[in-house]
């Protein structure tokens, strides 16, 4: 069964600093790798995908993906109370799925 | 814009009593998706449509079917909805051989009296 983990607990950052987010997965071929933020009560919303090795800046965000150690991670620089959310990260298994991992949790805090 | 829409947004329902949940999108998409989504856990994918190609989760209970009339319709019913399948259920859409991008209606909040 392919896997997906986010280990981490809750995230607590001040504004303006850094949050970094980890993410696993256990499928060898995984191609695709998608970070999702997901606030209270609302459906998520796609904010990064990584096909290829290495560093993918979007503003704030970015995404570092390392196939041979098969691990994803997320990066929010200059952390703002509007993004204290849960951050959902996504494998696609190359059939039109995708596997979530549970989700971490950030508060930014003023 | 582009999008994806469920409607409604929230819908309460008894014990037993069935009901459907309907999802569109002006994406042009040729796959959609049904999850289900429990407070603090990870969206649970239910069955997926390719085209006009059913595809069930195997852990999927019978309880729930769906529907997808045409490109841009999909429906989830849900025969006889017990206290368990109180959720958010979020309807999901991607361009098939892609990279299996997946953009998310705002969901229908699901209570069950």
């Known amino acids: 069964q392919k896997e997906v983990e986010q280990n981490s607990g809750p995230l607590s950052v001040p504004e303006g600093a850094i949050a970094s987010l980890n993410c696993t997965y256990s499928d060898r071929v995984s191609q695709s790798f998608f970070w999702y933020r997901q606030y209270s009560g609302k459906s998520p919303e796609l904010i990064m995908s990584i096909y290829s090795n290495g560093d993918k800046e979007d503003g704030r965000f970015t995404a570092q993906l390392n196939k041979a150690s098969q691990y994803v991670s997320l990066l929010i620089r200059d952390s703002q109370p509007s993004d204290s959310a849960t951050y959902l990260c996504?494998?696609?298994?190359?059939?039109?799925?995708?596997?979530f991992g549970k989700g971490n949790q950030v508060v930014v805090i003023p | 814009d582009a999008m994806v829409i469920q409607n409604p947004r929230y819908q309460v329902t008894q014990f037993g009593k069935p009901v459907t949940l309907s999802c569109s999108q002006t994406l042009n998409h040729n796959v959609m998706y049904w999850y289900q989504q429990k407070s603090s856990q990870a969206p649970k994918l239910l069955f997926h449509y390719y085209d006009k190609d059913f595809n069930n989760e195997a852990d999927t209970p019978d309880n729930f079917q769906s529907r997808r009339p045409n490109t841009s319709f999909c429906f989830l019913d849900i025969r006889s909805p017990g206290l368990g399948d109180a959720a958010m259920y979020l309807c999901?859409?991607?361009?098939?051989?892609?990279?299996?991008?997946?953009?998310f209606g705002p969901g229908t909040r699901l209570t069950v009296l």
């Open positions: 999901a859409t991607s361009l098939a051989g892609g990279n299996n991008e997946q953009f």
């Open positions: 996504a494998v696609s298994d190359g059939n039109n799925r995708l596997a």
